[in-house]
Nanobody
């Protein structure tokens, strides 16, 4: 059974940084696409970044966030810099068999980790 476990969320001041981790158990991300999504209070879940052949980012985070992966640790990361209150959300990692920014493509999801950015 594939499980995705996020960690690294927390409270940070605007302008600060956080690094989220997504550890995969019961499977790998080789031959798959890994992504981060987020859901802010009262809003729909939205795409943030994905990695497979090449990284791809939502416009709102481009230049501030970096997605990466460590095959030896079976872990995907999201380095978030220059955070703003608009980045406050629950962040989820997910795995898909093909490249997509659409949630329906992802068949495995983590439980999410809360990121709160104070002004």
């Amino acid at each position: 059974q594939v499980q995705l476990i996020e960690s690294g969320g927390g409270l940070v001041q605007a302008g600060g940084s956080l690094r989220l981790s997504c550890a995969i158990s019961g499977g790998t991300f080789s031959s798959y696409f890994m992504a981060w999504f987020r859901q802010a209070p009262g809003k729909e879940r939205e795409f943030v970044a994905l990695i497979g052949w090449n990284p791809y980012y939502a416009e709102s985070v481009k230049g501030r966030f970096t997605i990466s992966k460590d095959a030896a640790k079976n872990t995907v990361y999201l380095q978030m810099n220059s955070l703003t209150p608009d980045d406050t959300a629950v962040y989820y990692c997910a795995r898909a068999p093909y490249q997509s920014i659409t949630q329906s493509a992802y068949n495995y999801w983590g439980q999410g980790t809360q990121v709160t950015v104070s002004s």
